[in-house]
T-cell receptor, first 113, second 112 residues
Framework: GENVEQHPSTLSVQEGDSAVIKCTYS??????FPWYKQELGKGPQLIID?????GEKKDQRIAVTLNKTAKHFSLHITETQPEDSAVYFC????????????FGKGTMLLVSP | NAGVTQTPKFRVLKTGQSMTLLCAQD?????MYWYRQDPGMGLRLIHY???????AKGEVPDGYNVSRLKKQNFLLGLESAAPSQTSVYFC???????????FGPGTRLTVL
């Protein structure tokens, strides 16, 4: 089955700095890579996703890059703000079967004012 | 729309007791999922359903059962709770053909 590794497990940055979270996956059949943000006491919420036919996708201060050859993808947050503080999860899925997601173990991002 | 709702929000059980967690969605989604979240372990899939009347095992199904008698509801049952089942449980749903999963607010379960 799929295995997703996520690093780092914790990340502390100053407000305004950039933050990068990296994930690797094992199944070459995976073709959908979402990122979820989980605030304290809430369920995860999708913030951005990318499919295997695209190398990069941006949405305002958030971007995701994908390297299918190396089987890794990354989340980039620019101009971080205190409200970006949360746990971020990467995940991978293939469109074969019933498209279940395999999640990384999460990164706790702390943005200090 | 309420989205995905979970009942109850908190529960404390004694070892050996049984309980059912309810997940409901009002988005007419085909697919529904149950995950557990433990510190440092991320989200792990317990069971899922691809439509009314169907269920399938995920990564960590042992000790749990599920039912999807109505399209909008997905029930997770613990027949004989164990301390190892202490966790936060999340339900999620999505449309068929679309990959985004919408999560509920979670149920925090403690088994003593």
């Amino acid at each position: 089955g799929e295995n997703v590794e996520q690093h780092p497990s914790t990340l502390s940055v100053q407000e305004g700095d950039s933050a990068v979270i990296k994930c690797t996956y094992s199944d070459s059949a995976s073709n959908y890579f979402p990122w979820y943000k989980q605030e304290l006491g809430k369920g995860p919420q999708l913030i951005i996703d990318i499919r295997s036919n695209v190398g990069e996708k941006k949405d305002q201060r958030i971007a995701v890059t994908l390297n299918k050859t190396a089987k890794h993808f990354s989340l980039h947050i620019t101009e971080t703000q205190p409200e970006d503080s949360a746990v971020y999860f990467c995940a991978a899925s293939s469109n074969s079967g019933y498209s279940t997601l395999t999640f990384g173990k999460g990164t706790m991002l702390l943005v200090s004012p | 729309n309420a989205g995905v709702t979970q009942t109850p929000k908190f529960r404390v059980l004694k070892t050996g007791q049984s309980m059912t967690l309810l997940c409901a969605q009002d988005m007419n989604h085909e697919y529904m999922y149950w995950y557990r979240q433990d510190p440092g372990m991320g989200l792990r899939l317990i069971h899922y359903s691809v439509g009314e009347g169907t269920t399938a095992k995920g990564e960590v199904p042992d000790g749990y059962n599920v039912s999807r008698l109505k399209k909008q509801n997905f029930l997770l049952g613990l027949e004989s709770a164990a301390p190892s089942q202490t966790s936060v449980y999340f339900c999620a749903s999505r449309y068929g053909g679309y990959n985004e999963q919408f999560f509920g607010p979670g149920t925090r379960l403690t088994v003593l």
